[in-house]
């Protein structure tokens, strides 16, 4: 069974800067690319980013690029979302996610996490 777990969210101020952590079980993630994603009160959810398998590249969506990082560790089974330069407009419950490939939308994605929230005030 796959298990994913978020941790790291929690709250912020505009301008500060946030790590989350995903860590898998289940599976070896080397085998699979990883995304994030967000989902606010009342919206869909959207895409973050997303990583290869071996973490030689990396996509963002329009509004994270360049205050967010994502990154792994195959060794330890963990991806990880630095999020720096926060603004409110960040503040959702934030998933990740195993898949096939580095795609973009969440219903082409395997499993998923529980998702970690994190709150940014102004």
């Known amino acids: 069974q796959v298990q994913l777990g978020e941790s790291g969210g929690g709250s912020a101020q505009a301008g500060g800067s946030l790590r989350l952590s995903c860590a898998v079980s289940?599976?070896?993630?080397?085998?699979?690319?990883m995304g994030w994603f967000r989902q606010a009160p009342g919206k869909e959810r959207e895409f973050v980013g997303t990583i290869t398998r071996s973490g030689d590249r990396m996509n963002y969506a329009e509004s994270v690029k360049g205050r967010f990082t994502i990154s792994r560790d195959n060794a330890k089974n963990t991806v990880y979302l630095q999020m720096n330069s926060l603004t409110p407009e960040d503040t959702a419950i934030y998933y990740c996610a195993v898949g096939l490939a580095p795609f973009s939308r969440p219903e082409q994605y395997l499993f998923w996490g529980q998702g970690t929230q994190v709150t940014v005030s102004s």
């Open positions: 289940g599976r070896t993630i080397s085998m699979y690319a």
